[in-house]
């Protein structure tokens, strides 16, 4: 068993700054006392295993909120067993209360503080899921731009069907008309024959007249084709 004396400098009265030494010994398992020395120091005494002690010196320099230990000047000694447990060494009542008092101000502002903190936090979150709906947004505006994009593709793709399928028609017409026009030309030859034949069989004068109106009429039937062609 072993034994520290510790006077606390800083920023260590009316700050509750005891409160937290005497919760901080009891969770070590020590035993001792802490009050408040004159005229801004605090002074400690602890008694325990050495490793809690060397622990317990360790978490007492504390720099946060309104406690700040600027320095510790720590005595090693040999433990006495004089304390039960670990408490607060209390000045006189009207000392007391005023410390709570200041305590309870300093909490306060704390309070305040940390409810600014936390109102500056929500905001910044606030603001992410801000940034995040607007990236949802730019992803849903991407998304749509692709679908009007694919939706062009398949006008085109039936425009294209649909001039394929025209092409198939004209071709399939263009080679009925071919069809026509080949079939007219072996009739034109038997026609051409036929008036040969009967040239040979006539008078000239009718032979004539008969020739006049078929080359008429082979002109007339050329004609239709070529328009059905064109």
């Not at 068993?1 to 969770?27: L, P, S, T, W, Y």
């Not at 306060?108 to 947004?137: I, T």
């Not at 505006?141 to 294209?160: F, I």
Request: hydrophobic fraction near 35%; charge should be negative; aromatic fraction near 4%.
């Amino acid at each position: 068993m072993q034994r520290v004396e510790i006077i606390a400098r800083g920023e260590v009265q009316r700050v509750g700054f005891r409160d937290v030494v005497q919760k901080m010994g009891r969770d070590l398992g020590l035993s001792g006392t802490v009050e408040n020395q004159e005229p801004y120091d605090v002074r400690i005494v602890a008694e325990g295993q050495e490793d809690p002690l060397k622990e317990f010196v360790k978490a007492l320099r504390i720099d946060e909120g309104p406690i700040q230990v600027r320095d510790l000047d720590v005595t090693w000694t040999s433990a006495t067993g004089e304390f039960p447990y670990f408490k607060i060494l209390r000045g006189d009542w009207q000392e007391e209360l005023g410390e709570r008092f200041d305590v309870a101000v300093v909490l306060l502002h704390r309070s305040a503080q940390l409810g600014e903190e936390n109102l500056a936090v929500g905001k910044m979150m606030l603001d992410k899921q801000d940034q995040m709906l607007d990236k949802q947004d730019q992803m849903l505006d991407k998304q749509d731009q692709m679908l009007d994009k694919q939706d062009q593709m398949l006008d085109k793709q039936e425009t294209s069907i649909s001039l394929l399928k025209k092409i198939n028609q004209d071709t399939s017409e263009i080679g009925f008309i071919r069809e026509e026009v080949a079939a007219s030309r072996i009739e034109a030859r038997r026609g051409k024959d036929e008036i040969i034949s009967a040239i040979k069989g006539s008078t000239p004068d009718e032979k004539y007249e008969e020739l006049r109106r078929e080359i008429a009429e082979i002109k007339a039937a050329i004609e239709d084709l070529r328009a059905k062609v064109s």
